[in-house]
């Protein structure tokens, strides 16, 4: 550290937006200071709990971030290369396709190799730093307090705040009220979600619940109510195995069978559900083996972006509100964020319009399709698993499925499905209930392709983008299990 207190730039948060948004702001000519209560040796860690995580990462989104940190991933970081992610039904019977090719990511590395990179560029790093909240004046984020490794209350001031503190953020919860960034997210729309990290040994092979080549993703509101339950392989014999769920979905699941199962109730005998591994046995490595934490599932926060402040990552919302995958966005997010933050700081306007820039770079990378892919969230969560089990046999093609799930809308109504022999009425409402959800699909996606250009315009388009959600949820209320 070199003593400094003020910066161009401090980002609270060395996880992945952090640090990707540290390297680029540095990189970019912008003084920077990166804070984060975990040592060094532990960076990235989100919790006492480990860098609970899933590990599955689409290639493309590590392409992205090779290109413009100029570097290259490889092993130990990248610890598994997998052909993609493939989602069943609850009856196991159908198999959709979803991304394409991907790594099961060694997180721990990953993240000790984004700081290498990141501290190659001049950052100031300060660990075991304790952030309390952002310093506000006159309408302007100017930097943030918190304490030290020694206890000590310490402020350090700053011309841009880069909020990348993850899903339990200080900062965007303290905002003052603004039109811009909300302070508090619906907890319908965050998933609780743990996992463990097992090596194993084969009893028998059936790629319904391990499948060394694919990601697997067994959707099934008995076993994780709003959620899904996932097998991802790793190198050497492990496994990630983890479960999601949504608290209503569970609080009604629960009701119906007469239960009061908790998360780790649900991971446990999802475990247990899986006929195929014997001696499995916790992986100790780096005191990662056992973890859980919550990951928000929404679109990303309507704007990115207020006077003096940026977000990025899981501060912001930004998993994938059907996959729930989070690392991808966060790492594109931190690249554009550290990009915009460095110009903004040398053009001499970090207010909400200087800032703009990175709203609409990240609606371009990767944010557009995000609110359509809510709503079609909130449908799923509202089916059965005796829906689910049909309408994944007959509602869709794996192309129609696969192409849903990256936010293309697939061209659907009741008429060219004339020929599906739509049995029972509850399979004719959620049919004629899909069918809506990729018009209103269609719409969001058309509402994001007009991004307003400038802040002025925001207050219009964000009152459409939240009525049009709330009306979804309102219509399609979680499944009754
Ligand atoms: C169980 C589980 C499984 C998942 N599986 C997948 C998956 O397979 N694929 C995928 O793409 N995504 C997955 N995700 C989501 C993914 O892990 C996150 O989206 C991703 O880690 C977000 O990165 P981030 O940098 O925004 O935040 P984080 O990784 O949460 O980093 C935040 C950083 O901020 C620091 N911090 C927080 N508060 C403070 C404070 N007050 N003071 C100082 N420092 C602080 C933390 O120490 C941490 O280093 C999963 C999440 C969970 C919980």
Partial sequence: ?????????????????????????????????????????????????????????????????EKHLNTKFDKPELDLKVDGVLALSPDLQAKYPFDGDGYSLDRPSFERKLLKLAKGYKIDYMHNFDVSGPVVEDGFVCGINGKDMDGKQVTFRSKIVIDALGVSTVIRRNLPENPFVDRSVDIDDIESTGRYIYSFELEREDEKYYDPKYALIHLNNDLAPGGYGWVFPKSGNRVNIGLGVQKRSLDIRNKKFGKNDNLQKLIDDYVKWIPIFKNLKLDEKDNNGKGIWSVPVRRQMESLVFNGYMGAGDSMTMPNPISAGGIGPALIAGILAGNVAAKAVHGGDVSVSGLWKYNLDFNVEYGSKMAGMEAFRIYLQSLSNEILNYGMKNFLTRKEAS???????????????????????????????????????????????????????????????????????????????
């Avoid at 400094?4 to 937006?17: E, F, N, Q």
């Avoid at 020929?419 to 996606?445: D, H, Q, R, W, Y």
């Avoid at 007009?450 to 979804?472: C, G, L, M, Q």
């Fill in 1 to 65: 550290m070199s003593g400094k207190t003020d910066y161009d730039v401090i980002i609270a948060g060395a996880g992945l937006a952090g640090m990707t948004s540290a390297a680029m702001a540095a990189k970019g000519g912008a003084s920077v200071l990166l804070v984060d209560r975990n040592d060094e040796i532990n960076v990235g860690k989100k919790t006492v709990w480990g860098w609970s995580c899933g590990d599955a990462v689409a290639a493309s989104h590590i392409a992205f971030l």
């Fill in 403 to 481: 192409d849903l799930t990256v936010g293309l809308i697939p061209e659907l109504s009741i008429a060219d499905k004339a020929k599906l022999i739509l049995k029972g009425m509850k399979n004719i409402t959620a049919f004629s209930n899909l069918v809506f959800t990729v018009k209103k699909m269609k719409e969001l996606n058309e509402v994001y392709m007009n991004y307003p250009k400038s802040a002025k315009d925001f207050a219009p388009f964000k009152t459409r983008v939240v009525h049009e959600i709330e009306s979804i949820k309102e219509r399609f209320p979680p499944a009754s299990a």
